[in-house]
């Protein structure tokens, strides 16, 4: 194999510095005696980086051998970039890794610098994002008709791309801005995962309301049954009260063989009567009911019963909002109070961690019981609902979320009696292992 050297005076050391970073690249090759190497234009290669040969070899480089001393002419590199020397198929390491290509085109297409006050003129198109520093800043100069933007966005992975909550007064906004309801988010939002607006209540509940200017009427109503306040808001007409149809009203109706069936005689007389038990109100709603009575041929009443006009349902929520955790006695999770006499439906619901700690390594049975019971201590049995678990030694139990609902109906015969819904665990492990949390009550008065 011949040994092959490169002979580098000052002019060529010179010609490299400033002639290898465009397109052509002058080189001379003589082997160890001096002498040149001719007719090696054909086994002249370069390849660029990572430079794996023949997989990173150049295509479209010309070799021209310039006279019969060695030297040659290397023309065509186009990409800016750093080459290798390859004589042959055999890596030259003599040779230095070399920049070639053409830098003008290189820096025209990555990069645009501008000094100091510097103004491009001209239609100017730009693609990628262009980033304003919080220290720097777009300013504005010439007249409103010479200087616009045409349609700017702002980007999803800005911060403002969905919170409008600090908008400045000259921030930037879409046309229809002003046809849309923007409120302060600690004031309003809308979610659309429920598709409701909220209306926050950081101050007095109650003070939140939606009304029109000089506190005109809100929306249409029949006039002839409502009346509008601007301090009271929407009303019953007075006159709704002495209308036959309602204060009372008895109806008549015709033998029916049917009622046969229920216990009733034939011939009678039937009567419906709405009106009000009493005037003095002790319900949280209007207390209209409706009389029923079935009178037969000798004047005997047969039947009677009545029936609320308007029921009402309410509920409590997460009274005690921190966990409520189980042990081998009742423990007081929520409370409701039922506000008169009569029949009532009532819901529970109790989100329960059980357990809520990991277990393993036991064989037990643990269970969680709830209950609804009355202040003076009277125990519901339609209101029991029971969570257990059969642990497994060998088996790891992790903390798990169990909602327990139950709904059941009950006679309060006192008004204002307040339940309690409490909870009681029942812990083979002896560990403290189970909790309720966001407990909820609802009643409705049915009766």
């Known amino acids: 194999m011949k040994k092959i050297i490169i002979l580098a ?9 400033v002639i290898a970073q465009f397109t052509s690249l002058p080189i001379r090759l003589v082997n160890a005696t001096g002498a040149p190497l001719t007719g090696e234009a054909g086994n002249i290669e370069f390849t660029k980086y990572p430079h794996n040969f023949p997989a990173d070899k150049i295509s479209g480089i010309t070799v021209t051998e310039i006279g019969t001393a060695g030297n040659y002419v290397v023309k065509g590199f ?55 520093l919080s220290t ?3 300013l504005y100069s010439g007249s409103s008709t010479s200087n616009t933007f045409y349609k700017p966005y702002i980007i999803n992975s800005s911060p403002w791309y969905n919170d409008l909550s600090q908008m400045p007064n000259t921030g930037l906004l879409f046309k229809n801005a002003g ?11 809308y979610s659309e995962e429920d598709n409701k607006l909220y209306f926050n209540t950081t101050g007095t509940l109650g003070t939140f ?13 029949n006039s002839n049954e409502f009346t509008w306040s601007a301090g009271t808001g929407l009303n019953l007409n007075s006159s709704i009260f002495v209308r036959d149809s309602i204060s009372a009203k008895n109806f008549t109706v015709i033998k029916d063989s049917t009622w046969y069936m229920l216990g009733e005689p034939l011939s009678k ?37 009545s029936f609320t006009v308007m029921n ?59 209950r609804i019971v009355n202040e ?42 307040k339940y309690y819904l409490q909870l009681y665990a029942v812990l083979g492990t002896s560990l403290i292992n189970a909790a309720a949390t966001k407990p909820t009550i609802t009643y409705l008065l049915v009766r």
């Not at 297409?109 to 000094?115: E, H, Q």
């Not at 046809?179 to 939002?189: P, Q, V």
Request: zero cysteines.
């Open 312 to 370: 009402n349902a309410d509920m409590t929520f997460d009274e005690a909002p921190f966990e409520v955790f189980g042990v081998s006695s009742w423990s007081d999770v929520d409370t409701i109070s039922l506000p008169v006499r009569g029949s009532y439906m009532i819901s529970y619901s109790v989100n329960l961690l059980f357990p809520y700690t990991e277990v393993t390594g036991i064989s037990a049975r643990d269970s969680v019981r709830l």
């Open 179 to 189: 046809d849309s309801l923007y409120l302060k988010r600690e004031n309003a939002y």
């Open 78 to 132: 186009t990409d800016f970039q750093y080459v290798k020397l390859w004589l042959s198929g055999v890596e030259q390491y003599w040779f230095d890794s070399v920049l070639t290509g053409n830098i003008f085109s290189y820096l025209s297409n990555n990069y645009v610098t501008l000094g100091t006050s510097q103004t491009i003129t001209g239609s100017k198109n730009t693609t990628g994002s262009w980033n304003a």
């Open 269 to 305: 007389l039937r009567v419906l009567s709405l009106k009000k038990p009493f005037w003095a109100n002790p319900l949280p709603y209007p207390d209209w009911k409706w009389y029923y009575i079935s009178i037969n041929e000798t004047g005997a009443t047969t039947a009677m019963d």
């Open 209 to 221: 309301r939606i009304a029109k200017r000089s506190n005109g009427q809100l929306f249409d109503f």
């Open 9 to 17: 005076v000052t002019f060529l050391i010179f010609n490299f510095s």
């Open 376 to 417: 003076l201590n009277q125990d519901l049995p339609l209101s029991y609902a029971e969570e257990w678990i059969e642990f497994n030694d060998g088996t790891r139990y992790s903390p798990a979320s169990h909602t327990v609902t139950k709904t059941f109906t009950l006679f309060n015969s006192l008004p204002g009696m």
């Open 136 to 138: 720097g800043s777009f």
